[in-house]
């Protein structure tokens, strides 16, 4: 089955600066690829997306790229500002099995000081 | 719109005794999920229900696991008897389509077994 590995698991960086959070998947049959976010007493939330028919994604200071042959991919947070922080979480689906069985990598707790 | 609930927020119950786990999902959305994150690890899939049927329960850990959808509308997760390693947040999701996979969390119910 798939195997989602992430990393870092924590990543501290002053604000203003860059946050890469780094993930590898197992299934080569894997085609979707989402981010979620954490903040401290709620649920994962949805912040970014990608498709295996693509290979970046863009959305204002959070992007997404995706390497297929190298099956990593990553979340990139550009000018971080404190209210990042929260734990990252990193998702792979296969195109077998469930439609609605998300693999989850371990979570990047990324604090963001001010 | 109302998002998806879960209840309660918190539970400490005592190894051996029984629990039941509450998940409203978002009006309209057939498609549900119950994720568990044990502390510092990966959240995982427990089970997926399409309406009232249960899509795929491969990530279930064992029978003392019971998830209901009676109706297609809101779900329960009952753990009998509890023992100390189901202790964890038991995360509640639901989407219109798992072809879409983008799913909507709870905030979590936090389980302890002590």
């Known amino acids: 089955g798939e195997n989602v590995e992430q990393h870092p698991s924590t990543l501290s960086v002053q604000e203003g600066d860059s946050a890469v959070i780094k993930c590898t998947y197992s299934d080569s049959a894997s085609n979707y690829f989402p981010w979620y976010k954490q903040e401290l007493g709620k649920g994962p939330q949805l912040i970014i997306d990608i498709r295996s028919n693509v290979g970046e994604k863009k959305d204002q200071r959070i992007a997404v790229t995706l390497n297929k042959t190298a099956k990593h991919f990553s979340l990139h947070i550009t000018e971080t500002q404190p209210e990042d922080s929260a734990v990252y979480f990193c998702a792979a689906r296969g195109y077998g099995g469930s439609q609605g069985n998300l693999i989850f990598g371990k979570g990047t707790k990324l604090s963001v000081k001010p | 719109e109302a998002g998806v609930t879960q209840f309660p927020s918190h539970s400490v119950i005592e190894k051996g005794q029984t629990v039941t786990l509450r998940c409203d999902p978002i009006s309209g959305h057939d498609n549900l999920y119950w994720y568990r994150r044990v502390m510092g690890k990966e959240i995982k899939f427990l089970l997926h229900f399409v309406k009232e049927s249960k899509q795929d329960e491969s990530g279930m850990p064992n029978n003392r696991f019971l998830a209901e959808r009676t109706g297609g509308t809101y779900s329960t997760l009952k753990v009998q008897p509890a023992e100390l390693e189901d202790s964890g947040v038991y995360f509640c999701?639901?989407?219109?389509?798992?072809?879409?996979?983008?799913?909507?969390f709870g905030q979590g119910t936090r389980l302890t077994v002590v």
């Open positions: 999701a639901s989407s219109r389509s798992s072809v879409l996979a983008e799913a909507f």
